[in-house]
């Protein structure tokens, strides 16, 4: 039984979800105590609330004996100290990960950027550029120097000295795209980075963008192209690999060798049989050349072009080159582009694993700063400076004993306080390879920059049981299906497995509500047409099932392509239709003569009821067992743990 499936279950089951108006919270109100554990009514409340509304309603003290059995399991856990173990905490903590989430991200920067998202989506867009590299965290005088350069270029271009082609091949740093003239092909949505992304659908065709910097650098791009997107499309191809080093004759060769394979396909060969003989794609050569579904921007740009001017269903094209060697491809199938509906979930998944995601983080913290009311006194930040060390590019000498000294602060954020010994040790853990001895107020500014961001979400999850009762619970229900999930597995699931006598003897104790009914004992047989009659006999002699067989087998010494089987079955009603419709009570009952192979049972004998033995049940035997041990268990606990309900709280719940 998997662990995530079992909770996730457990939530559901328990409604453990945030449909419960906040105003019907109520954490004063004390409705139980079991043992010497307080349960508020607002904890019960959300159960019954999410599922009293089913088709289904139970009253509200049908419930109460749920959820009495429920913490009465998580009591006795957290009592043998489960909530202290790490792998518990350890496990807690990766879903309230998870659970914080939402809290960090605004709505509606998201779909805005769900919505830019979609809407280019329609379309792809070819873009050429030139490219100045430029590392992030670069120093003033590197990033100016690589702006004048690139402003320099477009200058040049500009004024019509080059054309763009013509310092994208001499001056980009891209090196793979410069020999391509800064082409990078048709592309879409999520394929580049943001801001590149943007620049380029925000440029008409033929125009070029202003200067614009991303991770990798400053760019200028030109838009060459834009059209409505071909959606997705599979094909099948044949590919004859062309060395990158190869000769004139090895030239010579590969382009005789596919335009041989074209000839064939005319003449009717089959392009499966083809792609599996000559593909030098051993991957997709197997599969008849079939490849993966993909969109705009995923193959090169010949083979891209090649596939989607392909009209209809088995269409293929004529050889074509691409960096890789001589292609013929086969239309297999297309999708048109999806509606917003369709693709929203992609996008919101696409979204969260995109640098674009922080802009939403972004608006959280500054809304976040000014409701608690952030205040950052940077002249602190002087301080670190004195300890930066001139020598080294990785390592800020701040000791122990020289952190301790510091004592002014850097933040004041709600009713916290955060001192520059915090910044200090935060400075030191992740100074990492950023460290510019030149230029240390830029990169101790950056730090802080992120200290205070993340000094802003800490302080917040500190605040989301307290301003979001929803989140309060959450977290509780994952706690508490944790520790359910943990000792119940040790007390009941786990232990009816492992526990062999027990089963046995639960077995013995309720195998009579396990029976079979009235059944027939019977062997199968299957023989060749020619050796039937022969084969009767042996089975009339019903013998076991290894000895029937052997003599059967006797039969053919020398025909090889004989087949035999023979097989002991007990067979109820309503497991063949030909033998419930039969008088026969022994004997012969031919079954099925097909392709001279003929099917017939040996009919035994009638059986009468009896217990089903524990191997042929044992799963629902052992699911009875797990119940037992649970029911035995819950009695052991109401004896262990006193319960006691405030009846004025229960009746308020309606």
Request: charged share 30%; hydrophobic share 35%; net charge positive.
């Amino acid at each position: 039984m998997k662990k995530n499936s079992v909770i996730i279950l457990f939530l559901l089951t328990l409604s453990f979800s945030s449909i419960a108006q906040e105003t019907n919270y109520d954490d004063n109100s004390i409705l139980m105590t079991i043992g010497n554990k307080k349960i508020a009514k607002g904890e019960f409340y959300r159960i019954y609330s999410k599922n009293n509304t089913n088709a289904e309603v139970k009253s509200v003290k049908e419930y109460l004996t749920l959820f009495e059995n429920f913490k009465l399991k998580v009591i006795e856990a957290e009592n043998l100290g489960l909530d202290t173990l790490k792998n518990f905490k350890r496990e807690l903590s990766g879903y309230i990960v998870q659970l914080e989430k939402p809290y960090f991200t605004d709505s509606t920067v998201d779909e805005k950027l769900i919505a830019e998202a979609y809407e280019r989506s329609k379309y792809d867009v070819r873009v050429s550029h030139i490219l100045i590299k430029l590392a992030p965290d670069a120093l003033p005088a590197d990033t100016l120097k690589a702006y004048n350069k690139i402003k320099s270029l477009l200058n040049s271009i500009n004024t019509k000295k080059s054309t763009f082609e013509e310092v994208a091949k001499k001056n980009s740093d891209d090196t793979y795209t410069a020999t391509k003239k800064g082409d990078l092909g048709f592309f879409t949505v999520f394929q580049m980075v943001h801001e590149f992304e943007t620049n380029a659908y925000n440029t008409k065709v033929e125009e070029i963008s202003k200067i614009f910097r991303t991770k990798f650098g400053y760019h200028i791009l030109k838009v060459t192209d834009k059209r409505p997107a071909f959606g997705e499309i599979k094909v099948a191809h044949i590919m004859v690999a062309v060395p990158e080093n190869a000769d004139s004759t090895k030239k010579i060769e590969t382009r005789k060798k596919i335009e041989d394979i074209y000839k064939q396909l005319q003449n009717g060969e089959n392009f499966a049989n083809l792609a599996l003989k000559n593909s030098d794609d051993k991957g997709s050569a197997s599969k008849g050349g079939e490849l993966d579904w993909f969109g705009t921007g995923r193959m090169v740009p010949e083979f891209e072009a090649a596939a989607f001017n392909l009209k209809n269903k088995n269409d293929y094209t004529q050889p074509i080159k691409t960096n890789f060697g001589w292609h013929i491809i086969k239309l297999i199938d297309k999708k048109e582009p999806k509606s917003l509906q369709d693709q929203k979930e992609y996008i919101k998944n696409k979204l969260s694993k995109d640098a674009r995601a922080d802009q939403s983080r972004v608006v959280v913290i500054s809304r976040l700063s000014k409701e608690y009311k952030l205040k950052t006194n940077t002249e602190q930040l002087k301080e670190i400076y004195k300890f930066y060390d001139t020598k080294s590019t990785d390592i800020i000498k701040l000791t122990d004993s020289i952190i301790n000294t510091y004592t002014g602060v850097v933040l004041t954020l709600g009713d916290t306080i955060i001192y520059l010994k915090d910044f200090a040790k935060y400075i030191r853990t992740h100074a990492g390879k950023d460290v510019r001895s030149e230029n240390p107020d830029v990169f101790v500014y950056n730090k802080f920059k992120k200290f205070t961001d993340d000094c802003v979400i800490n302080y917040e999850k500190t605040k989301l049981e307290s301003k979001y009762p929803d989140f309060k619970y959450l977290v509780k229900e994952y706690h508490d299906g944790i520790l359910l999930f943990d000792l119940t597995d040790k007390t009941v699931w786990s232990k009816a497995i492992s526990d062999t006598v027990g089963l046995e003897n639960f077995y013995q104790k309720n195998k009579s509500k396990f029976m079979w009914d009235s059944r027939l004992d019977v062997t199968y047989y299957t023989v060749p047409n020619t050796y039937y009659q022969k084969a009767i006999k042996i089975a009339e002699k019903q013998l076991s099932q290894d000895k029937a067989l052997a003599e059967l087998q006797k039969l053919a010494k020398k025909d090889t392509s004989a087949v035999f089987l023979v097989e002991d079955k007990k067979i109820s009603k309503g497991d063949n239709e030909k033998i419930d419709n039969s008088t026969i009570e022994k004997g012969i009952l031919e079954l099925e003569n097909v392709d001279n192979v003929v099917k017939f049972i040996y009919i035994k004998g009638k059986l009468q009821p009896m217990p089903k033995e524990l191997n042929e049940i044992k799963g629902l035997i052992t699911a009875d067992y797990q119940n037992y041990l649970e029911q035995e268990w819950i009695k052991e606990l109401r004896n262990k743990y006193k319960i006691e309900i405030n009846n004025d709280v229960l009746n308020s719940i309606k």
